[in-house]
């Protein structure tokens, strides 16, 4: 397995080898021994190993996020901006452990004397379920990935790991966990607590490994519903923590529109290209209420998204996909072609198009299919008893926004419960591809 040059397709010198049957084993065997250790841990002791995770990612020079880059294509900044992320969510955990709470401490205490039957003293507490299978996201090298929210909430828990690194930066991959194993001895934590294995067709066996006891997954809807399929088919079933694929449909409306309709055009075209719109929380659904306020938002934003540049993705795989995406939108008779550049060659362009409200209400599975990349749909709705029918036709939801101002969150007050029955993440003026490091957002 090589590691692939994300800009130029070049190889570089970077091998990986195929994990075997035997070598799965292994790992999920030396995670098993290891959690026999590691779950009798204090929260200090487990604070102490995150804290030192994320001292030692902190610690990766400028050469290491070069190498990230060259695999994902991602800048320089962006990535700095990643490893932080990264590192926070290993220290936000660590004061989580200090702080106790998630421990979900119950006691009910003895009453020997209650008629007709007494009660015993009765205590309930949270523990680590066992080793847990951890799935890289492509999209996030550093904050989804080996040392991502899956791992550090599973080493917080008192859980060991075993990471399927993504095949899209196993370089990447590879100079995180060793990070986090110079913490693991740092740490004087069990050898085993921490694994990680190579190459496409591993993830079934390390999921249906009687072993494995949870997985953390970030990723497509498809591939995530495959993993929650052989989890559910075992013997012995096991939960899967799944972030998939989503739309994140915004509203805009019409107060808004009115009093900083060219900012918000602004706004969102910036938000749909940020990264390439490699996020499953990028905006891949507008809709508004038919007005001219909203028709002039189209104008903008067609003007907008026609005049901005093609970016490179993370790899091959992923343009392939977003090409055919679009592909698919552009063949369906109901939509329409706003703005953008032909697809070709080796970049993304970025996207508008507009489809008919009848096609959401219908249940088109187009309309609710994620592209992964810098595109998205604008549905005008006649009024809003329709725009309310549309959010009803939509599918679960990462996060759904509300563009609103002060009287509009007044005229649109029943739409907020549709909204919070859809979506994990309800935002009021903002764009969904932000995500701040917090327990409320954890």
Same mark, same amino acid.
Not at 199 to 214: C, Y
Not at 305 to 317: E, H, I, R, V, Y
């Given at each position: ?14 091998? &990986?080898?195929?994990?075997?049957? +035997? ?21 200090? +002791?487990?604070? @102490? &190993? *995150? ?6 990612? !902190?610690?990766?020079?400028? !050469? ?36 106790? !709470?998630?421990?979900? $401490? ?21 523990? #680590? ?31 060991? @790991?075993? @990471? ?9 991959? !590879? ?7 110079? %913490? ?18 591993? #993830? ?11 997985? #953390? &997954? ?10 929650c399929d052989m989890a559910a088919a075992r013997p012995q079933p096991i939960p899967v923590f799944a972030e998939m694929s989503s739309i994140n449909p915004m509203l805009m409306l019409p107060e808004a529109l009115k009093n900083r309709g060219e900012k ?13 719109? +490699? ?14 306020? &909203? ?30 995406? *679009? ?23 970025p996207q508008l198009f507009k489809a008919d409200v009848e096609l959401l209400l219908a249940g088109d599975q187009l309309l609710q299919e994620e592209i992964f990349g810098p595109t998205t749909v604008i549905i005008e709705v006649e009024d809003k008893a +329709?725009?309310?029918? %549309? ?8 996060? $759904?926004? *509300? ?20 979506? #994990? ?16 957002? @954890?």
């Amino acid at each position: 397995l090589k590691s692939i040059h994300a800009t130029t397709g070049e190889t570089l010198p970077y091998e &990986f080898h195929h994990a075997t049957e +035997q070598e799965i084993n292994q790992a999920c065997e030396a995670a098993s021994q290891a959690f026999k250790t590691y779950r009798h841990t204090s929260p200090e +002791q487990r604070a @102490v &190993f *995150l804290e030192n995770i994320a001292d030692e990612l !902190d610690a990766l020079g400028t !050469d290491f996020l070069e190498i990230v880059s060259q695999e994902t294509a991602l800048p320089i900044a962006r990535l700095q901006g990643e490893r932080a992320r990264t590192s926070g969510q290993m220290r936000l955990f660590a004061k989580v452990l200090r702080r106790g !709470d998630f421990l979900g $401490a119950r006691i009910d205490t003895a009453l020997p004397e209650r008629q007709p039957l007494p009660r015993s003293d009765l205590r309930q507490i949270k523990i #680590g379920v066992g080793p847990v299978a951890v799935f890289g996201a492509s999209n996030f090298p550093l904050a989804f990935s080996t040392a991502g929210g899956d791992t550090a909430s599973a080493l917080a828990a008192g859980c060991s @790991v075993v @990471v399927k690194a993504h095949s899209g930066h196993m370089a990447t991959a !590879d100079f995180v966990a060793q990070a986090i194993e110079r %913490a693991v001895e740092k740490s004087n934590m069990p050898k085993g607590v921490f694994n990680m294995i190579y190459g496409n067709g591993v #993830g079934e066996p390390l999921v249906k490994h009687p072993l494995i006891q949870a997985v #953390g &997954f970030t990723g497509s809807l498809r591939g995530g519903r495959a993993l929650c399929d052989m989890a559910a088919a075992r013997p012995q079933p096991i939960p899967v923590f799944a972030e998939m694929s989503s739309i994140n449909p915004m509203l805009m409306l019409p107060e808004a529109l009115k009093n900083r309709g060219e900012k918000i055009a602004q706004d969102l075209a910036d938000s749909v290209v940020l990264g390439c719109g +490699q996020f499953c929380t990028n905006p891949g659904l507008i809709l508004g209420i038919k007005s001219a306020e &909203f028709s002039q938002l189209i104008n903008n934003l067609t003007d907008i998204m026609g005049a901005k540049p093609a970016q490179t993705m993370l790899n091959a795989g992923t343009l392939k996909s977003y090409t055919a995406g *679009l592909e698919h939108l552009t063949e369906h008779q109901g939509i329409k072609h706003l703005a953008g550049q032909t697809q070709q060659g080796n970049q993304a362009q970025p996207q508008l198009f507009k489809a008919d409200v009848e096609l959401l209400l219908a249940g088109d599975q187009l309309l609710q299919e994620e592209i992964f990349g810098p595109t998205t749909v604008i549905i005008e709705v006649e009024d809003k008893a +329709q725009l309310i029918q %549309a959010l009803q036709s939509m599918n679960g939801q990462l996060t $759904a926004t *509300l563009i609103a101002d002060e009287a509009d969150l007044t005229e649109f007050a029943d739409v907020v419960p549709v909204l919070e029955e859809k979506a #994990g993440r309800l935002l009021i003026n903002g764009y969904p591809t932000g995500v701040e490091v917090c327990d409320a957002m @954890v």
